[in-house]
């Protein structure tokens, strides 16, 4: 990890146990009654929840680079859309992948067939997050991944920011509380799904929400539910597991998904990202049914293969992003991409292979998974790739320059572990969007929000659902380019001061 910093602007660490205790006790409560809660993992009852691991206090996040993520997020949906529909550049990025990586090769063969039939519903509906970390040596953003399916924490993440503004307020620093941004990442996930109801046209069809067995994180799904009501009362959301649809889903007249009697508009996936989603054949014939119907898929498997990190790394090759986007647009996308390279079974690849073992402290490696825990790390970097050298598994991982976010110090707050951690802590911040295209036309294109999630710095995988992370907030900082003194935004926006250290 890279600079800490011990100080913070306006409060003293460690606290006052007097004082933790009460801004712990506050800030608990307050998430629980206004929807911050999980479920209970260890429990059968659904009639339980505790609230969601996080953070004390939000995290200094430096104010340009949230912008600029913020004005990035378009143009990362319009790429993630280019290279949904173009079944030549995906196939390339994919074919070695797909003789190692059965997972992929699955959501492959997928893919291949719904394009060979021919698409029932051209448009899809990218509900997409963007993940950064703030990289303290160039003092830039630097993107972690893409993510365009099950992209959670829009609604909680609202929650804590609101929660956040109101531990500020109680301990007197109500002048502070408008550096911490406006999110309305969970209305804009929901106008995203509406507009794809529209788009669908069909009265009295509903929205399904495709979830767990038994759903954890049942307050952020929820809450987009409840959302689509608010802003759409007339629009029913029905929710369905695997398990349920095995036995009440089918195709209907001209290929309408018909579940348990209704027309379904829109999917929402919240699973179907990770190989023990498909227990059995018999699930992977269902996406693969629910891929062929009519209804407007979020994501359909075109931009879940989008999404994969084998793409991401494709899309840093030289000439790769010209092909989709305006000179601006290469060269937003461009400043904040880190050096990804390619373990294929060539020179290229080979090159990368004794890179990472040369100085593994410098690089991830990652597998085609989403959901937290899958990557590898440091000394684990040089025994996996030693194994695998000379084996065509090293081509289901990409490589990654490991990226150096700023430490800062923290309190972490978690169910039933008592007091609130102090912790050195790194955060990295998502930014949400919602897309809705068919490859030739894109019918609206948004930037709708974000979220922050930290972990300690010892901490090397951050999935709050997997167990590693916890909820945070950002608040603004400012500073001249070479961080030597404080500066405001430059927009006439003087909502502080605060220098990073």
């Known amino acids: 990890m890279s600079q800490t910093s011990n100080q913070h602007p306006f409060l003293k660490f460690p ?45 200094l996040f430096p104010e340009r680079g949230f912008r600029t993520a913020l004005l990035a997020q378009t143009v990362m949906n319009k790429l993630t859309f280019c290279v949904a529909y173009d079944r030549q550049f995906l196939t390339s990025c994919l074919k070695s992948t797909i003789l190692v990586d059965d997972f992929t090769a699955r959501l492959f063969d997928i893919y291949q067939k719904v394009m060979d039939e021919g698409l029932c519903q051209a448009p899809s509906l990218g509900l997409l997050r963007s993940d950064y970390m703030f990289d303290a040596p160039t003092r830039t953003v630097k993107q972690v991944e893409n993510n365009t399916i099950a992209c959670s924490f829009a609604a909680v993440s609202s929650v804590l920011n609101d929660c956040h503004r109101y531990g500020l307020t109680v301990l007197g620093h109500l002048d502070k509380t408008d550096q911490i941004p406006a999110n309305t990442s969970l209305e804009g996930i929901a106008t995203g799904m509406i507009h794809a109801w529209d788009k669908y046209n069909v009265a009295g069809a509903v929205i399904l929400f495709v979830v ?63 190989p023990d989603h498909y227990p059995s054949e018999r699930e992977w014939q269902l996406r693969l049914l629910i891929e062929r119907s009519r209804a407007i898929k979020s994501p359909s498997i075109q931009l879940h293969l989008a999404g994969t990190k084998k ?138 929000g974000f979220t922050l999630r930290s972990k300690p710095s010892s901490v090397q995988e951050g999935g709050i659902i997997a167990g590693f992370g916890a909820m945070d907030s950002p608040f603004l900082v400012y500073w001249d380019e070479d961080g030597s003194g404080a500066a405001s935004s430059g927009d006439g926006d003087q909502r502080g001061n605060t220098q990073l250290s």
């Open 212 to 274: 767990e067995d038994r759903t954890i994180n049942i307050c952020d799904q929820r809450f987009h539910e409840f959302q689509v009501y608010r802003q759409r009362p007339g629009i029913r959301v029905i929710r369905r597991s695997f398990a349920q649809l095995l036995s009440q889903a089918s195709l209907g007249e001209s290929r309408a998904l018909i579940v348990d009697g209704h027309e379904v508009a829109v999917v929402y996936y919240r699973v179907g990202y990770s």
């Open 311 to 448: 793409v991401q790394q494709e899309l840093c090759r030289p000439g790769v992003l010209e092909r989709y986007l305006r000179d601006q647009e290469v060269t937003l996308c461009r400043s904040l991409f880190v050096g990804l390279y390619s373990l294929d079974m060539d020179e290229d690849g080979d090159a990368a292979v004794e890179m990472a073992l040369a100085a593994p402290h410098r690089y991830v490696l990652k597998p085609q998974r989403e959901g937290g825990g899958n990557n590898i790390y440091g000394e684990e970097i040089a025994h996996t790739l030693a194994r695998l050298r000379d084996s065509a598994e090293r081509t289901a991982f990409i490589l990654m320059e490991l990226i150096e976010p700023h430490v800062q110090p923290n309190y972490l707050l978690r169910p039933g572990h008592g007091s609130p951690e102090l912790v050195q802590a790194v955060g990295e911040l998502g930014i949400f969007g919602y897309i809705l295209g068919d490859g030739e036309q894109t019918y609206c294109n948004e930037c709708c």
């Open 15 to 59: 606290m006052d146990e007097k004082v933790l205790d009460e801004v712990a006790k506050n800030e608990r409560d307050f998430l629980l009654l206004h929807g911050g809660g999980l479920r209970l993992r260890e429990s059968t009852s659904d009639d339980e929840l505790r609230f969601a691991p996080f953070f004390l206090f939000p995290s």
